[in-house]
């Protein structure tokens, strides 16, 4: 099943940048008539950038304009790069992500909280996260250590049902592995997905990177926790949990007067990819 879409993650967290419309210089005023006589005609007022630029210039003025877009630029590559790890750790967690902890009775199968074990997301994440210069790896961690214990309280607390509905009434003394019924993962709760709530979530990447006065890092924060969300709904709906093997036994199998029976404290497990 497929992982996020970091296109998706990415544009929303663009979008939602441009939608706070910071302007740089911050806070800038003309400092009077002798700002206009130290620039060339040329230099005075030059066409805007494009409006899905992030940052927006504070005068018309080539120096304001260049600023605006170079730092969008260096912005907007960061999104682009740490949007995309993201996406591309939850797929690997996926693809190593297992299942134990399940106990079966009659059709049902019971996923017990601690059920679903993966990798540390975190560490995922770093691995292919943007490190180009010191502010990219500050930022890049301060992200890690918020999605990591975030992602590890949501799959540990996973609980919920699983239906194997031969083993209702099977016939034999003991059922053999058999996957569930696929069932949609967003159909599992969790107690730690509060955890992954945008507040939350943007509050811890804050305390980790703990540089209050650093630029726009509460803004790229705020803005990539709130465009997950969508994101993660769409990510738990659209996959589905699959070949959680279950088998046990029929105690009350006694053939010929009892041919079938139900599966009693039967047991499930999900190997890797269970999940992906």
Aim: proline letters at 13%.
């Amino acid at each position: 099943m497929p992982a996020p879409d970091k296109s998706l993650f990415t544009q929303l967290t663009k979008t939602m940048f441009v939608a706070k419309a910071i302007v740089l210089p911050e806070k800038w005023k003309s400092p009077g008539e002798q700002f206009p006589r130290a620039f060339k005609a040329v230099e005075l007022a030059v066409p805007p950038n494009a409006p899905t630029t992030l940052f927006k210039a504070a005068s018309l003025n080539k120096y304001h304009v260049d600023a605006a877009r170079d730092i969008s630029q260096k912005f907007e590559g960061y999104i682009e790069g740490i949007c995309g790890a993201i996406c591309d750790a939850i797929g690997q967690w996926q693809s190593q992500a297992t299942i134990a902890n399940v106990i079966i009775n009659g059709p049902v199968g019971m996923l017990m909280p601690g059920g679903v074990t993966g990798p540390p997301l975190g560490q995922l994440i770093l691995a292919s996260a943007p490190m180009k210069t010191p502010q990219e790896i500050k930022y890049s961690q301060a992200v890690a250590a918020a999605f990591g214990p975030a992602w590890l309280a949501w799959h540990t607390g996973m609980m919920g049902t699983l239906m194997y509905p031969a083993f209702a009434a099977f016939p034999g003394p003991m059922a053999p592995p058999t996957p569930n019924i696929p069932m949609p993962l967003i159909a599992l709760p969790s107690p730690g997905e509060a955890l992954m709530a945008p507040p939350t979530l943007k509050k811890v990447m804050a305390s980790a990177f703990g540089d209050a006065s650093a630029a726009h890092a509460e803004k790229l924060f705020d803005c990539l926790c709130t465009a997950f969300a969508p994101v993660f709904m769409m990510f738990k709906g659209s996959n589905q949990v699959k070949n959680v093997l279950g088998m046990g036994p029929i105690p009350t199998f006694a053939p010929p007067f009892v041919p079938v029976g139900p599966v009693v404290m039967g047991t499930g497990t999900g190997a890797p990819g269970c999940l992906a």
